[in-house]
C-alpha cells in the first residue's frame, strides 16, 4: 500500500512560469486587458507545462492544486468557504471575488497580508467571523485533477491543512470551530476519493513553531477524525521549515498514510523519529533537498540520512524541505553566471533532478552520487573587511542619548507636528523600465541613462512639494529592486537574468546572491540622493536598505555564520551612511521590513538572531552625528513578537505596516515604553483602493491616542513602486490633509 507513493516527489513547483507569464496575464486581466477566459487558458498551460517538466524529470509522485492565482492560503480559504460575507455581497464573479480579498475595491479593504513564517512569500490571512459558514468547494482541486489526468498523469492534490489554517487565522477563538472545519475538510476528501485520488497532501507548517498542548491536541483530533473516514485518498501531511517537536509524536497517534519532515531546516526531526518507536508501516517523506536556497544538495550526506530513515520506516520517499515555490526556476536559463558559481547551484528543475537521484539511490543502493565541491575560491575572500571587522569596538554600535539626538535633529530639520513622509519609491511606470532596460542592453548610454532617471527623479520631487509633504524622497527610479540594486554593486554579490521568484500575489523579485566576502566598491547612492536635495530645501532623505533584509531577500552563502554576513553588509552601509552624511543629507532610511520574517520560529533560537540583527543594524547606522536622522521601515509581519528588538534597533524614527492590522502595533509599542519617533501606515498601498479620507484621519487619530502628537510621523505602509501615479497623487492628498485636520484638532 505504502510503496504506491513512490520514492521521489516534490512538495509544490514556482507557478509563475520560467518567464513570469502568471504575472503578466494576471496583471493584464486587472487592467482589463485580458478577460477571464484568457486568464484560465494562460493558468491551465503553465500548469500543464509544470507537471510534464516534472513527469520528464521521472518524479515518481507529482503534487497538483499548488498552482494559484494570487496565494494558496486564499485558495484553501475559498476551498473551505472561508469568504468574509463583505466580499461575498459585493455581487461580484467568483473570480473577481477572490481578487477582492486579495486586493481590495474601493469599498472594502483587502484580507491582512503577512510573512509566510521565514520566508518573503506573503499570505493572506483567513477572517473567521461568527457569521463564517465553512462550506466544502473542492472544484479548484478536482479541475486541476482532472487536468493532469488527461495528460495521463495521476497527480497528489496539495491543501493548507486544518489546524494550520486555524492557526494562520484571524478570530476571536478560530479552534473553537475546529470540528465544524475537519467536517468540510472530510467533504472535500470525500469528493476528491470519488474521482479517484489516490493521495492528498496536507500541509501543516504551523507545528514547527512552538505550540501549546492543546493547539498540539488539536492536530492530533484532526487527524484522528480525518484518517478514520472510510472513504477518502490517504493522507500526507507535510510539515517544513523546521522541526515538528512534540507535534510529531501526536501525528504518529493518526491513522494517515505518511509524514513529511523537514530535514534540512530540521535536522532534530531524525532524533525525533528514532525515538518515536514503531512507525506503524507509514511512508517518511524525507526533505533531504533544500526548497529555500539555491546551494547543491551534499549528496552523499543526504543520502546516508535517507538510508537511516529507512532503517526506521518500512518506505521512505525523498523530497524536497518544502515547496519550490522559493526558489527561481530553471538555472540553465542563466548564461551571464561566473562558472565557479554555477556549479555550486540548483533552482527548482535541478533540485527535482537531486531528489530523483536520491530516490533512485536509495532504492538501489548502487547509484554513483557526485563528490561534493571543494572549498570557495580564495578570490572570494576579502581580507580588508575582515580584518576591519575584527578591529571593532562596542562603541562602534552605540549612538548618544536619543533626547538629545531628538533636540539637535528638530534644531536642524524644523518639522511640524505629525510630520508627512514617504517609504521611500514612487511609481515604476513602463518607461522607467523600459529606459532601464535599454541601459542595460547598450541602447542608452551613461549620459542618456542618467538624464531621464533624473528626470524623474525632479517629476517625483515637484510631486511632493505641491502635495506639501514635509519630508521628501527622491522615488527611487534607478533601482529595480531595493536589495538587487545594492547587491549590483556590492562585492560578493551577484545577479541573474531570470532568477525570478514570486513574493506576493503578481509580484516577483530576483534576489542576488552572496557568494563570497562583501565589500562595498564605492558610493551606491550618493549621486541621486544630492541631486535630489539639490532641487529643493526640505529635506529630501537617503534611502539605504538594512544588512538583515539583504540578507534575508538573498540567496546567501551558507559557509559563514549569518551574523559574520550581515556585519560585512552593515559596514559598507556604514560607509555609505557616512558619505550621505557629509554630502549634507540630514535624514537616513535604513529599511529593515524582514526583521520580523528571519526570525528562527522556535524561541529557544530567536535571542541569538535578535542580538545579531540588531548588532548589525546599529553598526549600519551608529557612525553619524546626533543631528542626523536615522528612519527604519518594517511591513507585514507580527511586529508584536519582535517588539523589543525593533525598540533596541534606536532608530530616530520607525515607518511600520499598520492600516490592515488596524494599528495593532501600536498596543505593543506602548508595552514596551517605546519613545521614538514611529509612523504607523495608514494607508494600504498593497491594495489598488484610495483609502477615503475619513479612513485616513480615523487611523491617524488612533494613533494620536496611543502615541504623542510630537513622536508621531504620518506615512503610507509601503514604497509606491506598484502602485500608479493617479492613485498615489490622490491617496497622498489625503494623507497630507488628514494629517493637517489631526493637527487642528
Not at 538 to 554: D, F, N, Q
Amino acid at each position: 500500500m505504502n510503496t504506491a507513493f513512490g520514492q521521489s516527489t516534490v512538495l509544490g513547483y514556482p507557478r509563475i512560469g520560467a518567464d513570469r507569464e502568471l504575472k503578466k496575464a494576471v496583471e493584464a486581466y486587472w487592467a482589463g486587458a485580458l478577460d477571464a477566459d484568457g486568464l484560465a487558458r494562460t493558468a491551465a498551460g503553465l500548469r500543464a507545462e509544470v507537471w510534464r517538466t516534472l513527469r520528464d524529470a521521472r518524479l515518481d509522485a507529482i503534487p497538483s492544486n499548488t498552482f494559484s492565482y494570487y496565494d494558496h492560503v486564499l485558495d484553501t480559504a475559498v476551498a473551505v468557504g472561508a469568504v468574509p460575507a463583505r466580499f461575498a455581497r459585493l455581487g461580484l464573479s467568483e473570480m473577481d471575488t477572490y481578487f477582492a480579498m486579495a486586493r481590495g475595491v474601493e469599498t472594502e479593504p483587502a484580507l491582512e497580508l503577512t510573512k509566510w513564517f521565514a520566508t518573503n512569500y506573503h499570505y493572506l490571512v483567513p477572517e473567521i467571523a461568527a457569521d463564517t459558514v465553512f462550506t466544502a468547494n473542492p472544484a479548484k482541486a478536482l479541475t486541476e485533477y482532472a487536468e493532469a489526468r488527461a495528460l495521463g498523469l495521476t497527480t497528489r492534490p496539495v491543501l493548507v491543512g486544518p489546524a494550520t489554517f486555524l492557526l494562520l487565522a484571524k478570530g476571536d477563538d478560530p479552534f473553537a470551530r475546529l470540528d465544524e472545519l475537519v467536517g468540510t475538510y472530510a467533504e472535500i476528501l470525500t469528493a476528491l476519493a470519488d474521482a479517484g485520488v489516490p493521495w492528498v497532501q496536507l500541509d501543516e507548517p504551523g507545528y514547527v513553531t512552538d505550540r501549546t498542548p492543546a493547539e498540539i491536541d488539536a492536530l492530533r483530533r484532526a487527524y484522528t477524525r480525518l484518517g478514520t473516514l472510510t472513504h477518502r485518498p490517504r493522507i500526507f501531511v507535510a510539515s517544513y521549515f523546521g522541526e515538528l517537536g512534540d507535534a510529531l509524536p501526536a501525528l504518529l497517534d493518526t491513522p494517515v498514510e505518511a509524514i513529511g519532515l523537514d530535514l534540512v531546516a530540521g535536522a532534530g526531526n531524525l532524533q525525533r523519529l528514532a525515538a518515536a518507536g514503531p512507525l506503524g508501516g507509514r511512508t517518511i517523506v524525507a526533505g533531504l533537498v533544500d526548497g529555500h536556497n539555491i546551494w547543491r544538495t551534499d549528496l552523499r550526506a543526504a543520502v546516508s540520512i535517507g538510508a537511516t530513515i529507512a532503517g526506521l520506516a518500512d518506505h521512505v520517499a525523498v523530497s524536497t524541505s518544502c515547496s519550490l515555490l522559493h526558489v527561481p526556476v530553471d538555472l540553465t536559463a542563466e548564461s551571464r553566471l561566473d562558472p565557479r558559481l554555477a556549479e555550486r547551484l540548483a533552482f527548482a528543475r535541478q533540485k527535482v533532478d537531486e531528489v530523483v537521484l536520491l530516490g533512485r539511490a536509495l532504492r538501489d543502493g548502487t547509484t554513483v552520487l557526485p563528490a561534493p565541491l571543494p572549498a570557495a575560491p580564495a578570490a572570494w575572500r576579502h581580507d580588508e573587511v575582515r580584518g576591519r571587522l575584527a578591529a571593532l569596538r562596542p562603541t562602534d554600535r552605540r549612538r548618544g542619548d536619543y533626547e538629545t539626538r531628538a533636540a539637535r535633529q528638530q534644531d536642524r530639520l524644523g518639522l511640524p507636528e505629525l510630520p508627512t513622509t514617504t517609504i521611500g519609491s514612487f511609481p515604476q511606470t513602463d518607461e522607467l523600465r523600459r529606459a532601464r532596460a535599454a541601459y542595460r542592453a547598450g541602447g542608452l548610454d551613461d549620459a542618456g541613462y542618467t538624464a531621464r532617471m533624473r528626470a524623474e527623479v525632479e517629476r517625483v520631487i515637484r510631486l511632493q512639494e505641491r502635495l506639501g509633504l514635509d519630508v521628501l524622497v527622491h522615488g527611487e527610479p534607478e533601482r529595480n529592486d531595493m536589495v538587487q540594486y545594492f547587491g549590483e554593486q556590492l562585492d560578493g554579490f551577484a545577479a541573474t537574468e531570470h532568477g525570478w521568484v514570486q513574493s506576493y500575489g503578481s509580484r516577483c523579485v530576483r534576489p542576488p546572491v552572496i557568494f563570497g566576502d562583501v565589500a562595498r566598491r564605492g558610493p551606491m547612492t550618493l549621486d541621486w540622493s544630492t541631486y535630489a536635495q539639490s532641487l529643493t530645501s526640505r529635506p529630501v532623505k537617503g534611502m539605504l536598505t538594512g544588512p538583515v533584509t539583504i540578507l534575508a531577500w538573498s540567496f546567501v552563502r551558507a559557509d559563514q555564520p549569518l551574523a559574520d554576513t550581515a556585519d560585512q553588509v552593515a559596514l559598507a552601509l556604514r560607509d555609505e551612511c557616512h558619505d550621505l552624511e557629509a554630502a549634507g543629507i540630514r535624514v537616513i532610511q535604513v529599511d529593515e521590513p524582514a526583521l520580523r520574517e528571519t526570525l528562527p520560529l522556535r524561541r529557544a533560537d530567536q535571542r541569538a538572531y535578535l542580538d545579531w540583527a540588531v548588532a548589525a543594524f546599529r553598526l549600519a547606522t551608529s557612525g553619524v552625528a546626533d543631528d542626523t536622522q536615522i528612519h527604519t521601515h518594517l511591513c507585514y509581519s507580527e511586529f508584536g513578537e519582535v517588539i523589543d528588538a525593533i525598540d533596541a534597533l534606536d532608530a530616530d524614527v520607525t515607518s511600520i505596516e499598520a492600516s490592515r492590522s488596524k494599528m495593532e502595533v501600536l498596543d505593543d509599542l506602548a508595552a514596551v515604553g517605546y519613545g521614538r519617533g514611529v509612523g504607523p501606515g495608514v494607508w494600504d498601498i498593497h491594495s489598488p483602493r484610495v483609502p477615503p479620507a475619513d479612513e485616513v484621519v480615523e487611523a491617524l487619530r488612533r494613533a494620536v491616542a496611543a502615541v504623542p502628537a510630537s513622536r508621531l510621523w504620518v506615512n503610507p505602509d509601503c514604497g509606491l513602486k506598484t502602485r500608479g501615479y493617479r492613485e498615489v497623487e490622490a491617496s497622498l492628498r489625503q494623507l497630507v490633509a488628514a494629517a493637517a485636520e489631526v493637527r487642528r484638532d
